[in-house]
């Protein structure tokens, strides 16, 4: 059998997705439980990170602790990945020392070609064009207050970025609509909107995204690398924030989500922020065992 990745939610069938959703409910409830889930002793999980991170690493981290494995973190400058040892070098290496890899990195070709030449799984914590992990954690989150996302609309309100496109991925993977509210030069790639075309629409008013909604999604307007465009980005962005005012145009019910850390005050409000019903707590707990169900899964497909 092929050595299957997690570089985006293509890498697995919508029936897999749904299991795997599934899953980290069950996980949950066992973590919650203090059931033990010990299931992968000794097992070692590489962390490459070239993007700096909170939830992202405490969540692996966590995770393969929990599992009764062990996690590697690796900085920039624990590494020669990126800094003169060409990417095929480094994943030859790394793998054959552990059991299972993610990466947080720029360029999303990096991680393609470290897929290509590692001999265990690898996992894609977030690069410039997706961060699938998160919308596992998404869709967990939507299912455990809502049920099933199929047939639901989903607006995306904001920068058109590495999070808004995997949210195209998934509008296909779990069948859901998704309407992206944008300004012009902010929309996520062409191809990606393009190859989903047939539920996945960009406008440019918040409200015309919300009417009908049952989730908003956002994230901040500047992300990592874009510090010095921060000005210009918050000026074009300014009419694009979730609020009351914009959850008030979608459907009774709707959920709000970001995958943090939030900007009170810009992307989304500091009233929703603060709400004690919202559920971005939740969404952001949803790392860890969204993940866990990801890792058990690449790690037994590996060893069938």
Not at 183 to 202: C, G, K, M, N
Request: proline share 4%; aromatic share 8%; with cysteine.
């Amino acid at each position: 059998m092929a050595l299957r990745h997690f570089l985006t939610l293509n890498d697995l069938s919508p029936d897999e997705l749904e299991a795997l959703i599934q899953r980290a409910i069950e996980l949950k409830a066992e973590h919650r439980a203090r059931k033990s889930s010990v299931q992968f002793p000794n097992y070692v999980l590489g962390m490459i990170f070239e993007k700096a991170s909170t939830r992202t690493r405490i969540s692996f981290e966590a995770g393969m602790a929990q599992f009764g494995g062990h996690a590697i973190f690796l900085s920039p400058r624990d590494t020669q990945l990126g800094r003169g040892e060409p990417t095929e070098d480094s994943a030859r290496v790394i793998s054959s020392m552990c059991d299972i890899v993610m990466i947080r990195t720029f360029e999303h070709s990096i991680i393609e070609k470290f897929a290509e030449y590692s001999s265990v799984p690898v996992i894609n914590a977030l690069t410039d064009d997706y961060h699938p992990c998160q919308l596992l954690a998404d869709i967990q989150t939507f299912v455990e207050h809502r049920g099933s996302i199929k047939g639901k609309q989903v607006a995306w309100v904001g920068d058109g970025n590495n999070m808004c496109q995997s949210y195209i991925n998934a509008a296909v993977q779990f069948d859901f609509t998704l309407k992206i509210a944008c300004p012009e030069d902010f929309e996520p790639r062409a191809d990606l909107v393009a190859d989903a075309s047939d539920r996945v629409e960009i406008v440019r008013d918040p409200i015309e995204a919300a009417k009908g909604s049952d989730l908003l999604v956002t994230d901040v307007w500047a992300s990592m690398g874009q510090e010095e465009e921060k000005a210009e980005r918050r000026r074009k962005l300014a009419g694009y924030q979730i609020n009351s005012a914009l959850m008030a145009h979608a459907n009774p019910g709707a959920l709000y989500m970001h995958c943090l850390p939030a900007k009170r005050g810009e992307e989304i409000s500091a009233e929703l922020m603060d709400n004690p019903d919202t559920v971005i707590w939740d969404e952001a707990e949803n790392r860890l065992h969204a993940q866990k169900a990801l890792m058990e899964f690449l790690l037994k497909e590996a060893e069938a």
